[in-house]
């Protein structure tokens, strides 16, 4: 059975190769705590780890805590949050530090069901808290994860559209020990960011090359049913975070001040339309201006 092959594979060969090679990596550090591993899911989701870095520092500093974070406005929460895009994450950081410190005494709960009903915190998130803050068991699932079990376990070069299965692939490679399984998680996620990559796998330093299905078969060039990223340059996305840049930087300002020389006016105004739809910018007395709360 291919999965107690792998699962084999993960217990004698990735989990030393993992102590042995793991980036060092702030949120892995002992006692890194709830509420920074938290903060560093947040600012992961979709955005490079040497991005993330720096910032996850400079918020830590400046709320070392959820409560802390909760007493600030939520603007300086859009603020701090500059130019890691998608920053809605950081209205939701915000409110789930409320949510935090309102309903759970301002520490970070440890249930998974908990943490669900945090704004802004899905499956991944929740399952990733409740494991590398806590120490429990469960499986979690990110796309690196997925990638090493679409070629490790059923031999294709790219894992299909994202569903329950894969908690259940990964749940059936985890070993029983909470902490054991926590390695294992990290450990997997580790191999499919440096070595099992998307577009060059390095199969040649692969700790599991010998048990991978995928490998086994010839690396065979399965479809890829990813979907693609839209393009940054010139689109919507990029409209609305140079509107909020221009807010952080001068502060409260009339809509036609906002961005005037952007190369597409009705980009421009729906992107103020879109921002101000999702809450991270507030319309008030004439100016545009940060939320603030």
């Known amino acids: ?135 429990d068991r469960h499986p979690v699932v990110d796309t690196n994860t997925r990638r090493v079990i679409a070629r490790a376990v059923h031999a294709r070069a790219q894992p299909g559209a994202p569903s329950r299965r894969d908690l259940a692939d990964m749940d059936g490679l985890l070993p029983a020990d909470d902490e054991a399984a926590a390695v294992m998680n990290a450990a997997t996620m580790e191999l499919g960011a440096v070595v099992c990559t998307a577009r060059s796998p390095r199969c040649g330093e692969c700790p599991i090359r010998d048990a991978c299905a995928w490998v086994a078969s010839g690396s065979p060039a399965t479809p890829d049913v990813r979907r693609r990223q839209a393009r940054y340059e010139g689109s919507d996305r990029q409209a609305r975070g140079a509107v909020l840049r221009a807010l952080r930087e001068s502060g409260p300002l009339p809509q036609e001040a906002v961005i005037p020389d952007w190369p597409d006016a009705r980009q421009r105004d729906r992107a103020i339309a879109t921002l101000v739809s999702d809450g991270l910018i507030e319309p008030e007395d004439g100016l545009l201006q940060l939320p603030r709360g």
Request: glycine share 6%.
């Open 1 to 135: 059975m291919p999965e107690l092959v792998v699962r084999t594979a993960l217990a004698e060969t990735l989990v030393p190769w993992y102590r042995a090679a793991a980036r060092e990596l702030p949120w892995r550090a002992p006692g890194f705590g709830a509420w920074g591993v938290l903060v560093s899911e947040f600012m992961l989701q979709q955005t490079p780890v040497s991005r993330v870095i720096p910032h996850l520092e400079a918020w830590l500093e400046r709320w070392p805590t959820p409560a802390a974070l909760a007493a600030d406005a939520p603007a300086e929460a859009v603020r701090q949050w500059a130019n890691l895009g998608y920053p809605r994450r950081a209205l939701w950081l915000h409110r789930a530090a409320v949510e935090i410190r309102d309903r759970h005494a301002g520490v970070v709960p440890r249930d998974v069901d908990a943490l669900l009903a945090l704004t802004g915190i899905g499956d991944y998130t929740a399952r990733a808290v409740a494991v590398f803050a806590y120490g």
